[in-house]
């Protein structure tokens, strides 16, 4: 029997047809539509590697099932940049080098992008810690991630209130 | 110039949108097949019964190999081929590997690794250190030690003496990628292996033995880890050895790679140690003779623990003189995962060992801490090294307790520096003021130094190899022996070719590690990467520039020397051409445009048998203030602020050194303080997920964190005479551990010390707060 | 191949539940992927029932449908009383978590930390449960059967969580101890609510969780606040009075002894904050 859903994925709209009903949305991405930018990290939501933004709020790919979210709009690493041009925080993570390994960066990128959204963290650097504490990186490189988010988050409020006085 | 600029991470835009291949991410054939182990669940027993047939039986799977299957049993140790890549009738420890199950998904493979029938007869497991002592568990057939001059008359003729013991928890890497290995068969029986390792030319080794093939018919290639922090010197040989060994039976590309709780459960982690030491002093706290016993818990297997528990040797000394020092080092075998490579490599321990002693010594002799450090620092080194003509020059030579002259000590400096700019006194004075007024909340407050050997204490890993390619449009192509896990090695050593040419990095392609590139590497490890990399680059490129300089020095009648490379411009006799320009024309003039380069290690010889010599280039240094508060009722804690100084000699760059250096205290400080593993007494990990093993998170960095570099050359001629810096910033972490033994000997009235072990969860944190109050 | 089901409406849920399958709805505890085998039969999917979803205020209290996810306790415009259960809401694991799992997913997983326990325990909080049998009310600490275990029967589902009004009065804390800042599983926890009439307590209600295979209240050191100044509430706090209600057990996050110990701060803790809070 065959489970079908229907997922927008970055921006797409896709038909998924699962063989299996019990598939989490992160093995979806990463092993069947080979989105692979999304992180296995600890497959038990302890890591956040795997965040993805699921109708726009952050949660872990790991501990959700696909099917659960039929219908959903879901954002990956992969779409956030619009072409060649890097999404601010991003470009805020390159620029401050917000990371070592890389290999926690796109879930804290996400979680990130997440966090503004929410609107509760502002520009505290204490709130903006605590909100990224679902996001783990090994190497420790909260300074340069903490200093990107902040970046971000001042250029994106700050864009918005340009874009509304204009 | 390209060297010494604060460029970010080569793959940092890779990164951000998700394009950065980790081996999980590789595309691969379709009939790829996915690999898992079944897994002892006892630590020692005899296996009776291994029954596999419900395993073959799974949905999905393949093929089973268990030990009957291999013959000979392919070895995985990266030392003394003590560890077969299955158990072969006896498990060892809880999580041992006892057979293989190939199936056509990684789900498949690992729901069917559950399905064995074993039946196991229990036999005596040693879980703890003391219990491997008493069992007179050894490697090496016994303790190793080495001394300088008489500790036991220096201690009994001191005027004071005191014993203690800390007892130095294990530590699980976390890398966040885990152990991953994909091997694809070629023509004629060849392998190709993709591995997530810091030792590429280890896993060929590895491969082509299992398999009986010459090294040359094995390739392995590795573009980046998802961390590694030594966790990747030599646990990654299982993997890749499994795959080769399953896909020369199926002929099919196999992959491996280990869930979170099966890589915590079978992989070697930090060496737990206990330290007893016995001190005699002076009244003013200046150290007369130490005997240390170090206790090393190193699992099953040998590993790599005889050379980690040498460098825990190395540093018992930190950054002190003492001339009578006696150190009896234990390598216990355990029925626990076998310990292995984690940055720092034995030395944090070693040097927690004598910053214990430190703090005890202030402690006991009632004097500041930092006071009675110096009072035990080495001598400051002056401009110029010691003549060696002159003999009474050379005898008061200041060495280390293996003989080893210190000729670059700048700690005395440093700690200036360092107290002067985080205000450690004034400080001080306010902890002891907000000590005063608070009764729940105390403040703690330590600066501790850190003085860290480099080179790898086995002679012969201390070279590298490099191989440079210049194409016709001038663009360049990158290969070295250096792995790269996110210490940014690569963009380093791409620097350096960079300014090998005069041109900019991003002219320079850096490419993965290929042994079919560069043969023969070592590990990246021992913090050498750029050190030994960077200089085999350096190597290469001067030829390169030596071939173009000369022809085009021909070419205008001038001396080579006079030949300028700068800005991607060359400047010859009054002309000036573009870099490219200058390869086009040497390439239609037939001039090689590809060089290797090769670096060894100079001035180093090291006898460990006699525990003397010069195992280490140069020694890097830091140091650390760090300032904590303790809940006193609840043994809550937190880093409030932390200022560091460290030595990375002229930084090739200084936002990488920076990364590494914030990297490393943070991972310092949560060794130390939140990460804790626990085993049951049956030898079962119970902290084998991150649900239950706390490694720092961003909420847990200190809230003020001010970092700087010493600015100051090595005086070894190193690559543009930069430092290592991947492992010493590490151990500036036991800072945190002393400001938080200052918090809790607050609590009492300064008669009992505080004697806190590590890791100082809020548990332990309680207990010496109760310890010091006497309740 | 087994099934998938995302019942509609609680009837077409209890219809599927009567052939059997596992209960999903936010999935956090459930770890899909590593326990695989665990979701060996049909899932049913619980999160777009509609009984089960939203918070309102209803004529006896206030009614949190037992899909309802972290993330929507703390933004719901609740009374002070709620404060406690807004401050666990706010420490589940990380906002990933918040914003999939579920209040009735903390409360049936039965773990002797579940972060929401204690709060809904100070505010008397009932679960609605609604089976073949029809529906039945139970006081949360009733459905509580222990380590992992609820009284919930074969096919039953829990639908909704009351907390009736005479309840939701008077202010509410929260204070957990784990061995980091966030993203932890606690040591130790509590959760009290004060109603403060004419300067004295009038009510309090005090738990403590993850001290024990399940959270308790501590009505012995609730009598003894009844009638004290809340500025003094702290102060009447002893070991006797707490540690009757506990059995705390040891784990690898800590051991029995020092989580009493840490218990009995907290809850100092907790009633020393809401005396302070009152003041202001």
Redesign the interface.
Known sequence: ?S?DLTLTINGTRQQIAL????V?L??LL?ERL????????????????C?VL?DG????A????A??H?GAEIT???G??EGDT?HPV??A???E?G????????GQ?M?AV??IA?GRAGTDP?RI??????????????????RAVLAAAEEMTTTKGERKTA | MSVAKPLPHDAAPLHVTGQARYIDDIPVPANTLHLAFGLSERAHAKVTVLDLGPVRAAPGVVAVIGPDDLSPMPDCSPSIHDEPLLAMGEVHYAGHPMFIVVAESHLAARRAARLAMVTYEDLPALITIEQALAANSHFEGGPVTWQIGDAAAAIAGAPRVLKGSIEIGGQEHFYLEGQAALVLPQEGGDMVVHSSTQHPTEIQHKVSEALGLPMNAVRVEVRRMGGGFGGKESQGNHLAVACAVAARATGRPCKMRYDRDDDMMITGKRHAFRIDYHVGHDDRGRILGVEFLQLAQCGWSADLSLPVCDRAMLHADNAYLIENMRIESHRLRTNTQSATAYRGFGGPQGMLGIERVLDHVAFAVGREPLEVRRANFYGEAGGQPPDPRDISAQKKQQVTPYRMPVEDFILHGLTARLEESSAYLARKAEVARWNAANDVLKKGIALTPVKFGISFTLTWLNQAGALVHVYQDGSVHLNHGGTEMGQGLFQKVAQVAASGFGIGVERVKITATDTGKVPNTSATAASSGSDLNGMAVKAACDTLRGRLAEFLAERHQVSPAEVLFEGGRVAVGGAEYGFDEVIAMAYQARISLSATGFYATPKITWDRVKGQGRPFFYFAYGAAVSEVVIDRLTGENRILRCDILHDAGASLNPAIDMGQIEGGYVQGAGWLTTEELVWDDRGRLRTHAPSTYKIPACSDRPRVFNVALWEGANREETVYRSKAVGEPPFMLGISALMALSDAVAACGDGTVYPDLQAPATPERILAAVKRVRGD | MSAWHRPASLTEAIGLLAEGGVVAAGCTDLFPATRRQALSGPVIDLTRVAEMRGISETRGGWRFGAAVRWSEVLSAALPPAFDGLKAAAREVGSVQIQNAGTLGGNLCNASPAADGVPGLLTLEAEVELAGPAGMRRLPLAAFLAGARRTALAPGEVLVAIHVPSHAAAGRGAFLKLGARRYLVISIAMVAARLVVKGGRIDRAAVAVGACGPVASRLPALEAALAGIAPEDAAAAVSEALVAPALAPIGDVRGDAEYRGVVAVELVRRALRGLAAEGMR
């Open positions: 029997m489970h063989d299996d009903p019990r989490t992160l093995d990463r080979h989105l692979t930018g999304t992180k296995k990290g600890c497959d038990r939501g302890q890591c956040g590697a965040t699921i709020r952050r949660q872990n790991c501990l959700a099932l099917l659960s039929d990956t690493i992969e956030l940049a890097l991003q470009a993570f390159v620029a080098d990371m070592q390994c890389g290999y926690c960066t796109p990128v979680s997440g966090l929410e204490e810690r605590e909100g990224m504490s679902g996001n783990l990186c090994r190497c420790a490189a909260y300074s340069g991630i903490t």
